[in-house]
């Protein structure tokens, strides 16, 4: 059982930056990748970026590379998204999520964080 638990979510200018934080709890060493989802109004969720465990192999949505980067902190627990350059096309509620080894989908999620960006 993994508990993931967002923050830094707020209200940015176009061209700004601001960065999302995870912190992660529980059973953690068991998740073997990691990622960050969003979901905008009228569109479906999709993943923006993840990050392997052991590796740190990232993937990046074609919406924002070069313009965000993934990280972990292995002592901290925790997962971080920077947005720079960030567009008004990337207001959504951000998601981070978590998949254990073998498994077939995201299996933990935590709540969410709006993000908004003013043009």
């Known amino acids: 059982q993994v508990q993931l638990v967002e923050s830094g979510g707020g209200l940015v200018q176009a061209g700004g930056s601001l960065r999302l934080s995870c912190a992660a709890s529980?059973?953690?060493?068991?998740?073997?990748?990691m990622g960050w989802f969003r979901q905008a109004p009228g569109k479906e969720r999709e993943i923006v970026a993840s990050?392997?465990?052991?590796?740190?192999?990232?993937y990046y949505a074609d919406s924002v590379k070069g313009r965000f980067t993934i990280s972990r902190d292995n002592a901290k627990n925790t997962l971080y998204l920077q947005m720079n350059s960030m567009k008004p096309e990337d207001k959504a509620v951000y998601h981070c999520a978590a998949r254990s080894r073998g498994a077939t989908h995201y299996e933990y999620w935590g709540q969410g964080t709006q993000v908004t960006v003013s043009s």
């Open positions: 529980g059973r953690t060493a068991s998740s073997t990748t």
């Open positions: 990050i392997s465990w052991l590796r740190g192999a990232t």
